[in-house]
């Protein structure tokens, strides 16, 4: 991604690295977020400061199970923030029902429950 700099130059602020795969009857996608190091010149970091991993599972019934995990840098090693859980199963109406969990980070490797909901979706 390139933003005018305080000249009107166009200068990389940040790049993202994305990879798409699948194995197991599961889907994998990560993005790995480079952004502009200002202890270093501007450039960009060496190591992502950021990294997406969601993960879809087809299950029996045409439902589905998603997670969608946040980490940062922290030091020398990738920390979860955030990690999002979705179960979609189908409503028997033609559309599907979505249960969706929020967790986010307390510190320590614990995690906490922020929020749970539930909505239905017509197709």
């Known amino acids: 991604i390139c933003r005018p700099d305080a000249s009107g130059n166009l200068e990389q602020r940040e790049r993202i690295v994305s990879r798409e795969w699948t194995a197991g009857g599961q889907e994998f996608r990560t993005d790995e977020i480079y952004k502009q190091d200002i202890n270093n010149s501007g ?6 400061v950021q990294h997406v991993e969601v993960v ?18 922290t030091g020398d090693r990738l920390e979860v923030i955030e ?3 979705e179960r979609a199963r189908p409503d028997g ?14 510190g320590d490797g614990r ?6 909901g539930r909505k239905r979706e017509s197709q």
């Open 111 to 116: 995690h906490q429950t922020m929020s749970t």
């Open 83 to 85: 990690r999002v859980i």
């Open 43 to 48: 450039s960009l970091t060496q190591r992502p």
């Open 56 to 73: 879809r599972t087809t299950v029996a019934g045409g439902g589905s199970d998603t997670t969608r995990t946040v980490s940062e840098r």
């Open 93 to 106: 109406r033609g559309g599907q029902v979505i249960e969706q969990e929020l967790q986010r980070s307390i």
